[in-house]
């Protein structure tokens, strides 16, 4: 594989290993959000369930009463969304990790490729000047066996 193949296909798992990085924190991040959404949603739930216990406890009218079991209907609607929406925010989490490691070990394998590349080349550089000594030294010893001849 020619080097400037190597280098670009390395260059784009640099790139995807990066955006696969940030897509992970971002979908972290999401789920962070909604968790306290899901937090507060629950926390209102209970505000609002302990409001309604008042308001039998003193016999308010049942209009307020009825008002506070719609609210907390809507609210348990709400806190039953999030929890999907946090479902999905995990399943996502759980694909961008998948890719972000992918990405990794994929940006792994090729710097791999590269430094054997590297290395491979110092090798036959150094196979080449060990050749050319060689032949510099045969070269030196034979001049100097036909001077003495």
């Keep these: 594989m020619k080097t400037d193949a190597v280098n670009y296909l390395k260059d784009k798992a640099e790139q995807k290993k990066l955006s696969d990085t940030a897509c ?3 979908d972290r991040a999401s789920k962070a959000h909604l968790q306290e959404q899901c937090n507060a949603l629950h926390a209102y739930r209970n505000e609002y369930r302990e409001k309604l216990r008042l308001a039998l406890i003193e016999g308010s009218p ?4 009825q008002e506070y079991q719609v609210f907390i209907g809507s609210l348990d609607r709400a806190i039953e969304h999030a929890n999907l929406s946090m479902e999905r925010q995990e399943r996502d989490i759980e694909q961008s990790m998948l890719n972000m490691k992918d990405s990794i070990r994929e940006h792994a394998s090729l710097n791999a ?6 290395e491979r080349q110092i090798e ?10 060689d032949m510099i030294v045969t070269s030196l010893y034979q001049r100097k066996q036909r001077s003495e001849l």
């Design 24 to 26: 992970f924190s971002r």
């Design 62 to 65: 049942l209009q307020l009463v």
């Design 113 to 118: 490729l590269c430094t054997r590349r590297e």
């Design 124 to 133: 036959e550089k150094n196979k080449r000047e060990l050749k050319e000594m």
